[in-house]
Structures are given as C-alpha cells and as structure tokens.
C-alpha cells in the first residue's frame, strides 16, 4: 500500500502529519485535500487532524536539534506551495532525526538540496519584495499596494513592512491568493480579500508616481544603455505592478 | 502638492546626479521607531529598489541640492562655463519629495550630494539644512547618504555627519596632477583632509570617545535610535555606515595600477567601506579630455572585481598589477588572470586546501568556499558531489583536483588553460552589478561575484 496524508493546508497540519505518519514505512506522499486530486487503487488515504501541540513538539524539536535558521527554512519550503513540499519536508525531518546538526553539511544529499534550493527561492523573493513592493496613497492616507508572488510571501514581508512604516496604515493585497496584509499601524492581520481599491487615484498621488517615473530616466546613462541586464534584474514577469513600468501604459 | 517647477527641478538636478555609482543603502541596521509619526528602517545588507535603463541599480533618491557650480572641473557637465539649465533645490522640497518616494516604497532613503553653490561652507549649510529637516521634522528613520563638500568647515561637515548613515567625498582623480590639470579648484589636501577628519570622527564613535563639538540637539530628539549603527547593543552617533569614495575611469592616463594602490590605501589607511568606480562617459568635449568613443565599461567592470579581491578574498594590489604589468587583462578577470600567472601554486586539492586558498582559486568564490569546507566534514568531494552542491566548475576545472585527479579531458598546461580560459565567453560579461552588494547574490549562491 502506499499512505497519503491528507492534511488541511496549514504548517501545523503539515506538521502533525509527520508526526503521525514518522514509523510509517509506506508513506507516499502529505498533500493537501487541493492537491490530492486522482486517487489510484494502491493508494491508502490518512486524514489528519491538525494538533497544535504536536506541530509545536516538532518545531522546538529542530531548533534544539539544529537551529532556528533550519526552523526558518522548512517553514519557507512550506510557503513555496510546491507539490512535493511534504515530504520533502519529512524526509528532511527524518535526516535531521538521524544526523543531527551534521545534516547541514551534507550539501550533495538530494533531500538536503531540495529543502536549500527551495527555501533559498523563497528567500530571494522575499527579499526582492522588500524593494519592489510599490504603495499607493489612496483614501484616507491608506498605503495600498498589489503583489503576485510566485511563493506564498505575506507572512513573512507584514513584519517587515509593519516595522517601516509603523504608525500608518497599509494593505498589501495578494492578487494571486486572494489575501491581504492589513496593518492598521500597530498590528497587521492576514486575511482573505477580494477587494479593489484602486478604483480612482488622487492627482496628486498620480504627479508622484509620474515624478518617479521621470525620475528614473533621469537617471539613466543613455551611453551605458543596457536593457538585458535590465531584464536580467527585473524580469518582465515581476512588472506588472511597478509603477515605474506600467505608469506610460496606464496614463 | 507637487508642481511643475519642482518635477523641472527633480528632473534636471536628477540627471546631474546620475554620474555618480554609488546608491548602496548598506552598512547599517536599524528597527523602525514607534514614536508617533516616525517612518523608516535600515537594513544592513541594502535593499534594491528599481533598475533605470542601463541596468544599474536604484536604492536611494539620488539627487544634487543644486548644480549651479562655482567652480569649473574640466570633465563636469555642472561646471561654471558649461552652457545647461540651472537649478536648486528648497531643502523642503528633498525632504517631502524623499518622505513621499519613500512611503511608496520607491526607496530606501536620500543619497543627497551638491555642486558648489556660493562657496563649500555655504553649500554644506543648505544640505544640512535638507538632512535636519528629513530627520526631524519627518522623523525619517531611512538611510541617508551625503556628500561632504571638501573643504568646508569641519563643523559643518560633522553636524551633517551626525544626521546620515554614510558620507562620502569623491576624490574623482586618481592623482594630483591629474587634478591640477582637469579640476583646478580642487586640491588633494582639501579633498583628502576631509577625508581624513570624517574617518578620525568615525574612528572616536566607534571607540566611545566621541564628543560633540557643539550643542546642537541629538538628531533624532529623545529617541535617539536604539539600534543606530551596525549591531543592536551598538549606538552610533556618526556616520554608522562609514565613507566612501568615488574615482573616474578613463578621463586620465592614470593606470590601473595607480589606481588600485590608491585604492588599497584608502581601504587600510583610512578605513573607507567603499570605493566606487565611474566609467568616463564624454559628455563635455575639451581639449584637456581625452575622446572616447563610449565609456570604458570593461575597464570599470574589471577594477570592481579586481576592488573585490583586495575586499574579500585577502589579495594585495602588489599580487595583481606592478610598474611592469601595470593594466589589468580585459580578457579575463583579474582573479584568472593572477591564477595563470601563479601555476605553480596549483592546482590545489579540494579535500585539503584550507579557505584562504580555495578562495584563490578562479571560479569559487566564498559561498563555494564555504560549502566545501562545510560539505567535506561529513564525506571526501568529488567532481560529481561539487556539482551537486551547486559548485560551479567552469573556470575552476583547470586549477583543482579531488582526490588527487583532475577532472577527465582536463590538462594542466599553462597554453590549454589560457585558451580555453579566453574562449569562456562568460568572462566578458554583461556587466553585473556591482554597486549594491545585493543580498540575493548570497541567497542565490551564485559565485558571480567571484
Ligand atoms: S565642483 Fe567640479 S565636479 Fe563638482 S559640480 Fe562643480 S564643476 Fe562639477
């Protein structure tokens, strides 16, 4: 037989399931009940209740174990929303039980590259984020801005951005997920959202954003002119929201 | 509200601003502030927040207070007797326009430099008129860089210093007599003395000796930051992210190795966290300039990496360009080029080699370093395994062994190597970047750096 866990999509869900399923020698796959699409006649279906406490006993187990960068990184994997992110992440859990802290150095073990590839494509568009996320003011004073992440990133940019601009008010929607980070200038929620807020803008948030536009080829060496490198750090697939790149075709 | 006088403004002194490299917004780390009103934070490794058209990097606004010079550098577009529109900033208008760029997230803060307005004291005056204003008034807590204007009074120099993250005073010419040629205003003890009391100040905060000069109010009122400056428990009252410096390429028969021994100086000598580099772009014709065709691109890109080595990789400038050999090889980076000159130094054994010399060796750069030293703890590397952990091994094949062998259909020949070496068409690059260290460089892995 081969067992799938099917868990309810959280990282605790994820977690209880590896918990559960830790001596089971047939375990396949976790999914969650969205990506457990086609079940075959071999497959044996585990549904797992989220429990807490077990996550939790994980968790503090890594970081006793190893460190709080490895707790760091699994819950990035798990952001990633790819497929096979169970049981990558169960399989690491399983190395970690067996080597310890020494799991870090086994760079060309194939369980180990995938959790580091993953978390690390994570991580370089959380960090991306940090510059490119663009607010618009609208309303009253209200800092508005539109994302479509490959990775689930919202949990881990509200902190940052909470911390900048402490004291005002934003909203950084997530197109792709239908969920926003709201920030009411001390404490942010994550929530489901449908929203659109950007029905008019102000003129003067508009003279901004065409300043900035301006600005930017001002700025410009016409002797070094250089649009691949251009693409190269700003692919065109992460433009749909710049300003500085839509603003021409929406004015 | 903004108007058209101000978008003129922004557009010209913008421009005027665009020669200079540097738009790092790195060195410091700082935590927002909950006092009412504030906005900002730092974040040590820099942020990048845009690309203009030639693929550089954007972090910081970067723009003149004003460029209605005084003086007459010969290669300046802003110098007196050039014909081009004049302007000048109200330091309120930098201030909002930095707090709204910033709110939008269009930056990480102000890289703010001047021409010479009546003289430099007078100069300093206004742009730190423009800082008091952004951290006080706005209570920006974002990056600041400013530009020390040589020769002006220390006092003002530091009261500046003590509202910015980093500052810096572009040297531009590498040698005195290329200044007295093309930059007669300037002197090299004006320059160079400033350099040396903002690297003295620096120098006293750091060891907790630092006293003011005058009784001007802490900078950001009572909560002056908790974490200003790199390190949380490290208050720093001036420049917590240190000088830097700017030099111009091309402009001067200055050879690279002028060039970099001036360098290394600056680096050991007076502490600078940053040399940038700017190509020469002939935008003023004079008899004095030399006419290049484009700006030496290539030669910029190869002092970068070659800037890297003496930064990261424990080179000295003596190892890689003498009186003899005084250029760096366009060909290949500078790394290379030292390897082939040094064979008998290699090839070395990855299984063995300490850091510092798998540091040295083309092609592995200090992620790579790193993993090997960490991967080979648990388990002897071969080829395969280097490829595996994302070791790249193009230019590294010529000048390694694992477990004693080089790699298959490698020969270790000087010829061979230099061949294969050149025909690498990734050693001509399309320039990478290097005036933001950017974090995704580490993140990714990547050795392009190296
Ligand atoms: S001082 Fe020289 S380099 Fe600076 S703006 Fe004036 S003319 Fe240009």
Redesign the interface.
Known sequence: MLNIYIYDGSYHGLLTSCFDAWKDKDIYSIRTKEENKDVNLLEKVVYIETDNEKAERIIKWVGKEACYEVQRKLYRVFLTEHPERGMYIFRYLKLLNQLGRNVENHLYNDDVRNINKLSRMHASETHRLYGFVRFEVIGNNILYARIEPDFNQLEVIAPYFADRYNGHLWIIHDLTRNMAAIFNGSQYIITEYNGNMLDNESKTEISFQKMWVEYLDALTIKERLNLDLQKQKVPLKTRKHLTEFMFKSKN | ??NND??RK???L??A???DASCASSGVER????K??????S?ACG?????????????L??VLQSNDCVYDCKYCVNRRTNDVERATFMPREIAM?TY??Y????I?GLFLSSAVILSPDNTMEIMYETLRLLRQEFCFYGYIHVKAIPGADPLLIERAGRLADRMSVNIELPSEASLTRLAPQKKKRSIFSSMRYISGRIEEDKSGKFLLRDNLPAPLGETMPTSYGTGSSNKRTFVPGGQSTQLIIGATDDTDHDILTLTENLYNKMQLKRVYYS?Y??AVKDPSLPSLA??P?LREHRLYQADWLLRFYGFRSSELLNERNPNLNLKYDPKCDWAVRNLDLFPVEVNKADYDTLLRVPGIGTISAR?IV??R???S?GF??LK??GVVLKRAQYFITCRGKMMPHIKFDPKFIDANLSLDKRAIP????YEQLS??DY???GDSLC
Request: charged residues 20%.
């Open positions: 509200m903004p101000l978008l922004l557009n010209i913008g421009a601003a665009k020669y935590r927002g502030s909950s009412q009103g504030a906005m900002g934070n974040v942020i990048c927040h845009s690309f203009t058209q030639d693929g550089r990097c954007v972090s606004l970067k326009l709204e760029f709110r939008r997230n269009y990480e190509a772009v002939p484009e700006p691109l993993k960490s991967a703890k648990v388990g590397l395969e395994e595996k952990m399309i320039f990478s970047n974090l995704l993140i990714n892995g």
